[in-house]
């Protein structure tokens, strides 16, 4: 009986870490994949990408908002100014839409002060992660010392504290990379809220399995953060 459960949870991990490893690998493609579906659909309100962009500036923002030009799926938001490639500035297909309503979105978190305690957060603990690889070093310095007894048998406890410091650090990573998965789940959900406001709801359902799929990249960075150690994924930067 016991032999079956310890398998099933064998076999459970075992689908669990594949599941997560294929996530960290392909969700980058997957989302490419989204993109390009996305942009074959023509929003039907016929309405211009930056009328959308004024329309909700004005209505949600104070109109505070300026738009900028940025390299292809670097489309991002930062205080006063959403940044867009050509691609997206260039059509009005619901890839377009939607990620612009995205940005938009993080312009309302912004002006909610949502983003800035989460990017607060975020710089508190980008300092945390300089000393990662540091006190991976010394704990195993220490260890190998204590254990080969060229110092006092002691200095190995020491060396397993520092190297749990270190775990700490790791975990923290991890964490922020799932806050900054509530953070782009959050600023989608404003936007979906925009696109309602012009589009049919099919197109909105259309909109939102793209912004899902953009928002599984989020993942793969934090599985490819949690999973690096196994050499089965890409290389993630701890803190970014
Ligand atoms: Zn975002």
């Given at each position: 009986m016991w032999l079956y459960i310890v398998i099933g949870i064998g076999v459970l991990f075992f689908l669990i870490i594949c599941f997560c490893l294929a996530v960290a690998n392909f969700s980058f493609d997957n989302f490419k994949e989204k993109r390009k579906e996305a942009m074959s659909y023509r929003a039907?309100?016929?309405?211009d990408i930056r009328d959308f962009v004024a329309i909700i500036n004005e209505r949600?923002?104070?109109?505070a908002l300026q738009v900028t030009r940025c390299e292809e799926y670097r489309d991002h938001f930062s205080p006063g100014i959403i940044a867009l490639s050509s691609s997206t500035l260039g059509s009005n297909s619901l890839a377009s839409f939607s990620t612009i309503a995205h940005e938009l979105g993080h312009g309302l978190q912004f002006k909610k002060g949502e983003l800035n305690k989460h990017w607060q957060r975020k710089s508190k603990n980008r300092i945390f992660g300089r000393f990662f690889l540091p006190l991976i070093i010394v704990g195993i310095v220490l260890a190998v010392l204590g254990l080969l007894n060229i110092v006092p048998f002691f200095v190995l406890y020491i060396g397993v504290g520092v190297f749990a410091l270190a775990f700490l650090i790791f975990l923290i990573a991890c964490y922020t990379k799932y806050r900054e998965i509530k953070i782009e789940k959050g600023a989608s959900n404003y936007g979906l809220e925009f696109l309602k406001e012009c589009m049919t709801k099919e197109e909105v359902k259309i909109c939102n399995e793209f912004l899902n799929s953009a928002r599984l990249t989020y993942w793969g960075s934090l599985f490819r953060t949690m999973l690096g150690w196994t050499m089965l994924t890409q290389k993630e930067k701890m803190f970014n």
């Open positions: 039907s309100n016929g309405m949600y923002l104070d109109g």
